[in-house]
T-cell receptor, first 113, second 114 residues
């Protein structure tokens, strides 16, 4: 049973465009939501993260939008660049002492020049 | 060496073989993790070690046997695997076994079971 649902599975964006990846969760015990970026041949790396007490967090061209009532959060990549082409994973952490990451299924982003 | 290293990077093994995957972290962390990454499936947490003690086994079949001799090293011993076990096995470490701490991943071992 997948606890964090991620969409789309793949995404093609033109250079300079906005990439949007969406995630949804069911369990309200989740209280920390990181995004990971993975390039081919590499392990995932933390990109940006948010807690549910804020609705938005921005770091450079990357923004997380969080809707607590809808139990949804999304990653926006502004001015997308070919170097952003990678697989992106959303994740969630549950505050129960068992604070392991639960990952979404991933989105393969391709930014065309 | 920096970060999290994994060896070997690629492994092909038959179903009757016994092999081991090695992970080493050079970050001074106290928690280490094994994940399985299969095509079209989410990253699956397999095991968590915190200060060398196993704190989580995510219903992993016994043909996978982890070992954590110290906070810097983590092994995954493999025996009598099945073809469906073919995947990318990722090791990660963090300051402590708490999700709010960033997990640093190694590059993974690509395992093929024939």
């Amino acid at each position: 049973q997948q606890q964090v649902k991620q969409s789309p599975q793949s995404l093609i964006v033109q250079k300079g465009g906005i990439s949007i990846i969406n995630c949804a969760y069911e369990n309200t015990a989740f209280d920390y939501f990181p995004w990971y970026q993975q390039f081919p041949g590499k392990g995932p790396a933390l990109l940006i993260a948010i807690r549910p007490d804020v609705s938005e967090k921005k770091e450079g061209r990357f923004t997380i939008s969080f809707n607590k009532s809808a139990k949804q959060f999304s990653l926006h990549i502004m001015d997308s660049q070919p170097g952003d082409s990678a697989t992106y994973f959303c994740a969630a952490v549950m505050d129960t002492g068992r604070r392991a990451l639960t990952f979404g299924s991933g989105t393969r982003l391709q930014v065309q020049p | 060496e920096t970060g999290v290293t994994q060896t070997p990077r690629h492994l092909v093994m038959g179903m009757t073989n016994k092999k081991s995957l090695k992970c080493e972290q050079h970050l001074g962390h106290n928690a280490m993790y094994w994940y399985k990454q299969s095509a079209k499936k989410p990253l699956e947490l397999m095991f968590v070690y915190n200060f060398k003690e196993q704190t989580e086994n995510n219903s992993v079949p016994s043909r996978f046997s982890p070992e954590c001799p110290n906070s810097s090293h983590l092994f995954l011993h493999l025996h009598t695997l099945q073809p469906e076990d073919s995947a990318l096995y990722l090791c990660a470490s963090s300051q402590a076994a708490s999700g709010e701490y960033e997990q640093y991943f190694g590059p993974g071992t690509r395992l093929t079971v024939t």
